[in-house]
């Protein structure tokens, strides 16, 4: 009789990782949650266990979302944790992806906006702080990320500070993307092209060190693939800046697969590192490099070695016209911290 082929089996031999996700029942978390469990995250030989926090009025919700999760029978997934109680949600958890935040409604002030996530992230920071492992990587989504990931920061003392990024990695996507729609190459062969600052619309997508590499030629800048520096200059920024309005105007609800891809992207890097000489964006805390002022999340480009160790590129050169695009989104995030720094104590 013919043998039937082999199934290949899970040989997971490490402990499985505690991950929390918080705004888990709603619809980046619904794209995300099934990314993390298969593996795109942290690896396809990472079992993990799901931490899902959310408030209270929509744990039902989230109950249906851990059916089909269920119901995908993957095989790293090993458990389902649901609750609306943060010191609950982040025990002992070794990554946390805070998705949940206030959005910002129609006519609603950025300062109000601040206010309302200082609070939300004061108490997540303080849980985290109390419960989660010192070793715990916090990746934060809900805008104004770079902010929000602050106050978390500030709020969990006893975790150290390079725990603490702010989601870029999708902004850097959209940047790829656009050089590679341009000169007719995939996404995979444009590297070295970096997000600076803020995740708003003063972040500024930066190629003046990328790289093109087409199949059979050799590595060009990305520049010299463009041939255009008055659209790298102009239209490319204000597309990568503006994408995510022009999602919401398209659509009607904001980026939730291409974030999801994003965050999926962004821990996988942290955790195994970026190959080669290419480099990745992440919202870190800012030591001072290249100018900008020390205590902000800022976008910096990043070298990642895997193990969650990363360092800032500190070799690439900034023309006076980056010089100046640094410096607005530095801006803004000094004045962002102010104003929310104000509403700390209070919240």
Known sequence: PTKSAAVPKN?????PLKVCITGAAGQIAYSLLYNVARGDAFGTDQEIVLHLLDIEPMLGALAGVVMELEDCALPLLKGCVCTADPMVGFKDVDAAILVGAMPRREGMLRAALLKANAKIFKAQGAALDAVAKKTVKVL?????????????????PSIPRENFTALTRLDQNRARAQIAQRVGVTPQDVTRVCIWGNHSATQYPDVSAGVVRRDGAAAVSVAEAVKDDGWLQGEFIKTVQGRGAAVIKARKLSSAMSAAKAIADHMHSWWHGVAGDDFTSMGVFSDGAYGVPEGLIFSFPLR??????????????????????LDATAKELSEEKETAFEFLADA
């Open 304 to 325: 990642l070695t895997g193990g969650c160790k990363y360092e800032i590129v500190r070799d690439l050169a900034v023309s006076d016209f980056s010089r100046g695009k």
């Open 11 to 15: 040989n997971c031999k490490m402990a």
């Open 140 to 156: 934060v989504v809900g805008n104004p990320a770079n902010t929000n990931a602050l106050i978390t920061l500030t709020s969990a």
